[in-house]
Protein backbone atom coordinates (compact mmCIF):
# COMPACT_ATOMS: atom_id res chain seq x y z
CA UNK A 1 0.00 0.00 0.00
CA UNK A 2 1.63 3.25 -0.95
CA UNK A 3 0.67 6.19 0.85
CA UNK A 4 2.68 8.58 -0.62
CA UNK A 5 2.37 8.73 -4.52
CA UNK A 6 4.65 10.86 -5.85
CA UNK A 7 5.47 11.79 -9.66
CA UNK A 8 6.98 12.62 -12.36
CA UNK A 9 9.39 9.44 -12.23
CA UNK A 10 11.93 11.47 -14.38
CA UNK A 11 11.35 15.04 -15.18
CA UNK A 12 14.39 17.40 -17.23
CA UNK A 13 14.44 21.25 -17.01
CA UNK A 14 16.78 23.18 -18.53
CA UNK A 15 19.07 25.12 -16.51
CA UNK A 16 16.97 28.35 -15.47
CA UNK A 17 13.71 26.76 -15.67
CA UNK A 18 11.24 25.76 -12.40
CA UNK A 19 11.24 22.21 -11.52
CA UNK A 20 7.85 21.03 -10.19
CA UNK A 21 7.33 17.71 -8.60
CA UNK A 22 4.05 16.31 -6.93
CA UNK A 23 2.94 14.01 -4.38
CA UNK A 24 -0.18 12.87 -2.77
CA UNK A 25 -0.66 11.16 0.48
CA UNK A 26 -3.69 9.20 1.59
CA UNK A 27 -3.73 9.55 5.24
CA UNK A 28 -5.01 12.49 7.06
CA UNK A 29 -3.01 11.84 10.12
CA UNK A 30 0.02 13.15 8.49
CA UNK A 31 0.90 16.20 9.50
CA UNK A 32 4.66 16.57 8.72
CA UNK A 33 5.80 16.66 5.14
CA UNK A 34 9.55 17.20 4.28
CA UNK A 35 11.75 16.72 0.56
CA UNK A 36 14.60 14.97 0.67
CA UNK A 37 17.61 15.31 -2.14
CA UNK A 38 19.68 12.64 -2.87
CA UNK A 39 22.71 12.24 -5.06
CA UNK A 40 24.21 8.98 -6.44
CA UNK A 41 26.10 6.95 -3.34
CA UNK A 42 24.66 9.23 -0.78
CA UNK A 43 22.12 9.21 1.61
CA UNK A 44 19.17 11.71 1.39
CA UNK A 45 19.50 15.09 3.23
CA UNK A 46 16.70 17.20 4.04
CA UNK A 47 15.94 19.66 1.72
CA UNK A 48 12.69 21.41 2.91
CA UNK A 49 9.55 20.31 4.89
CA UNK A 50 6.24 21.93 5.68
CA UNK A 51 3.37 21.17 8.10
CA UNK A 52 -0.46 21.51 7.47
CA UNK A 53 -1.05 24.46 9.30
CA UNK A 54 1.08 26.84 6.12
CA UNK A 55 0.27 26.40 2.54
CA UNK A 56 3.48 27.33 1.35
CA UNK A 57 7.15 27.57 2.64
CA UNK A 58 9.66 29.03 0.74
CA UNK A 59 13.35 28.66 1.47
CA UNK A 60 16.04 30.48 -1.31
CA UNK A 61 15.62 28.79 -4.43
CA UNK A 62 12.70 25.97 -2.98
CA UNK A 63 9.18 26.55 -2.38
CA UNK A 64 6.61 23.53 -0.88
CA UNK A 65 3.08 24.45 -1.84
CA UNK A 66 0.73 22.41 0.13
CA UNK A 67 -2.93 22.06 -0.50
CA UNK A 68 -4.43 20.10 2.78
CA UNK A 69 -8.11 19.79 1.19
CA UNK A 70 -6.69 18.21 -2.04
CA UNK A 71 -4.02 15.93 0.08
CA UNK A 72 -1.74 17.22 -2.54
CA UNK A 73 1.63 18.87 -1.63
CA UNK A 74 4.44 19.76 -4.49
CA UNK A 75 8.16 20.94 -4.64
CA UNK A 76 9.25 24.02 -6.91
CA UNK A 77 12.64 24.74 -7.76
CA UNK A 78 13.29 27.87 -9.59
CA UNK A 79 16.13 29.01 -11.19
CA UNK A 80 17.51 25.53 -11.58
CA UNK A 81 20.93 24.75 -12.02
CA UNK A 82 23.10 21.53 -13.25
CA UNK A 83 23.86 20.82 -9.67
CA UNK A 84 20.38 20.20 -8.52
CA UNK A 85 20.94 17.58 -10.87
CA UNK A 86 19.55 14.41 -8.40
CA UNK A 87 16.97 12.79 -7.22
CA UNK A 88 13.84 13.92 -4.86
CA UNK A 89 12.09 12.07 -2.79
CA UNK A 90 8.83 13.57 -0.81
CA UNK A 91 7.73 12.23 2.37
CA UNK A 92 4.84 12.37 5.22
CA UNK A 93 5.33 11.26 9.24
CA UNK A 94 2.78 11.23 12.02
CA UNK A 95 3.47 12.98 15.24
CA UNK A 96 4.80 10.57 17.82
CA UNK A 97 5.80 8.22 15.13
CA UNK A 98 8.74 9.54 13.43
CA UNK A 99 9.38 7.10 10.46
CA UNK A 100 8.98 8.54 7.10
CA UNK A 101 6.64 7.25 4.78
CA UNK A 102 8.49 8.23 0.90
CA UNK A 103 7.03 8.85 -2.08
CA UNK A 104 9.02 6.50 -5.08
CA UNK A 105 11.41 9.95 -6.22
CA UNK A 106 11.52 11.50 -8.96
CA UNK A 107 14.87 12.07 -11.07
CA UNK A 108 15.87 15.35 -11.97
CA UNK A 109 17.92 16.28 -14.64
CA UNK A 110 18.97 20.03 -14.91
CA UNK A 111 20.81 20.40 -18.91
CA UNK A 112 22.95 22.64 -18.91
CA UNK B 1 30.83 17.58 13.16
CA UNK B 2 30.75 14.18 11.94
CA UNK B 3 27.92 12.52 10.52
CA UNK B 4 25.80 9.43 10.46
CA UNK B 5 28.31 7.14 9.59
CA UNK B 6 27.75 3.21 7.93
CA UNK B 7 30.15 0.07 7.48
CA UNK B 8 30.68 -1.82 5.76
CA UNK B 9 29.58 0.94 2.14
CA UNK B 10 29.19 -2.52 0.42
CA UNK B 11 28.39 -6.06 1.24
CA UNK B 12 28.37 -8.99 -1.49
CA UNK B 13 26.84 -11.95 0.16
CA UNK B 14 26.21 -15.41 -0.96
CA UNK B 15 22.96 -16.87 -0.42
CA UNK B 16 22.51 -18.16 2.84
CA UNK B 17 25.27 -16.16 4.24
CA UNK B 18 24.65 -13.91 7.78
CA UNK B 19 25.78 -10.36 7.43
CA UNK B 20 26.06 -7.81 9.43
CA UNK B 21 25.49 -4.05 8.96
CA UNK B 22 26.99 -1.32 11.58
CA UNK B 23 25.55 2.37 12.22
CA UNK B 24 27.40 5.03 13.69
CA UNK B 25 24.75 7.68 14.25
CA UNK B 26 25.48 11.12 15.52
CA UNK B 27 26.78 11.94 18.71
CA UNK B 28 24.04 12.74 21.25
CA UNK B 29 21.31 11.27 18.94
CA UNK B 30 18.39 9.63 20.72
CA UNK B 31 16.72 8.02 17.59
CA UNK B 32 17.57 5.87 15.05
CA UNK B 33 15.96 4.25 12.15
CA UNK B 34 17.18 1.81 9.69
CA UNK B 35 15.63 2.16 6.30
CA UNK B 36 15.82 -0.28 3.47
CA UNK B 37 16.23 1.23 -0.23
CA UNK B 38 15.58 -1.11 -3.37
CA UNK B 39 16.96 0.09 -6.64
CA UNK B 40 14.96 2.81 -8.04
CA UNK B 41 12.58 3.29 -5.13
CA UNK B 42 12.20 5.08 -1.79
CA UNK B 43 13.50 4.39 1.56
CA UNK B 44 11.19 1.87 3.52
CA UNK B 45 10.98 1.88 6.93
CA UNK B 46 12.49 -0.98 8.92
CA UNK B 47 12.99 -0.34 12.46
CA UNK B 48 13.61 2.65 14.97
CA UNK B 49 14.95 2.93 18.46
CA UNK B 50 15.16 5.57 20.77
CA UNK B 51 18.46 4.78 23.02
CA UNK B 52 18.41 1.33 23.41
CA UNK B 53 15.31 0.29 23.07
CA UNK B 54 13.45 -0.90 19.80
CA UNK B 55 10.16 0.83 20.31
CA UNK B 56 8.68 -0.04 16.62
CA UNK B 57 10.02 -2.93 14.15
CA UNK B 58 7.08 -3.19 12.03
CA UNK B 59 9.20 -2.92 9.07
CA UNK B 60 11.32 -5.63 9.46
CA UNK B 61 10.01 -7.80 6.57
CA UNK B 62 11.16 -11.39 8.13
CA UNK B 63 12.00 -13.24 11.23
CA UNK B 64 15.66 -13.35 9.09
CA UNK B 65 15.97 -9.50 9.94
CA UNK B 66 17.39 -8.28 13.34
CA UNK B 67 18.24 -5.18 14.89
CA UNK B 68 19.63 -4.37 17.99
CA UNK B 69 21.23 -0.65 19.83
CA UNK B 70 22.57 -1.92 23.21
CA UNK B 71 24.23 1.01 24.58
CA UNK B 72 22.14 3.78 23.26
CA UNK B 73 24.72 4.74 20.50
CA UNK B 74 26.00 2.01 17.40
CA UNK B 75 23.29 0.26 16.01
CA UNK B 76 23.77 -3.80 14.15
CA UNK B 77 21.10 -4.63 11.45
CA UNK B 78 21.25 -8.28 11.08
CA UNK B 79 20.16 -10.21 8.07
CA UNK B 80 20.07 -13.54 8.93
CA UNK B 81 20.01 -16.52 5.84
CA UNK B 82 20.08 -13.51 2.74
CA UNK B 83 18.10 -14.30 0.08
CA UNK B 84 18.70 -12.59 -3.27
CA UNK B 85 15.30 -10.36 -2.18
CA UNK B 86 17.38 -8.91 0.62
CA UNK B 87 19.48 -6.68 -1.67
CA UNK B 88 18.84 -2.90 -1.63
CA UNK B 89 20.64 -0.35 0.11
CA UNK B 90 20.14 -0.01 3.75
CA UNK B 91 20.32 3.17 5.17
CA UNK B 92 20.63 4.19 8.71
CA UNK B 93 19.48 7.84 9.91
CA UNK B 94 19.37 9.56 13.68
CA UNK B 95 17.53 12.16 15.29
CA UNK B 96 18.02 14.20 18.28
CA UNK B 97 14.68 13.99 20.04
CA UNK B 98 12.51 11.40 20.67
CA UNK B 99 9.05 11.32 18.85
CA UNK B 100 6.22 13.27 20.76
CA UNK B 101 8.09 16.09 21.05
CA UNK B 102 7.57 17.69 17.62
CA UNK B 103 9.32 16.39 14.11
CA UNK B 104 12.90 16.37 13.66
CA UNK B 105 14.75 15.98 11.07
CA UNK B 106 16.57 12.63 10.69
CA UNK B 107 20.47 12.84 9.37
CA UNK B 108 20.87 9.73 6.59
CA UNK B 109 23.85 8.07 6.56
CA UNK B 110 25.47 7.24 3.13
CA UNK B 111 24.18 3.35 3.25
CA UNK B 112 25.37 0.07 2.69
CA UNK B 113 24.70 -1.71 -0.49
CA UNK B 114 24.10 -5.22 0.11
CA UNK B 115 24.33 -7.40 -2.93
CA UNK B 116 23.09 -11.18 -2.35
CA UNK B 117 24.35 -13.90 -5.14
Known amino acids: QQQVKQSPQSLIVQKGGISIINCAYENTAFDYFPWYQQFPGKGPALLIAIRPDVSEKKEGRFTISFNKSAKQFSLHIMDSQPGDSATYFC???????????FGTGTRLLVSP | GAGVSQSPRYKVAKRGQDVALRCDPISGHVSLFWYQQALGQGPEFLTY????????KSGLPSDRFFAERPEGSVSTLKIQRTQQEDSAVYLC???????????????FGPGTRLTVL
Open chain 1, 91 to 101: AASMRGFQKLV
Open chain 2, 49 to 56: FQNEAQLD
Open chain 2, 93 to 107: ASSPRRPGLGHYEQF
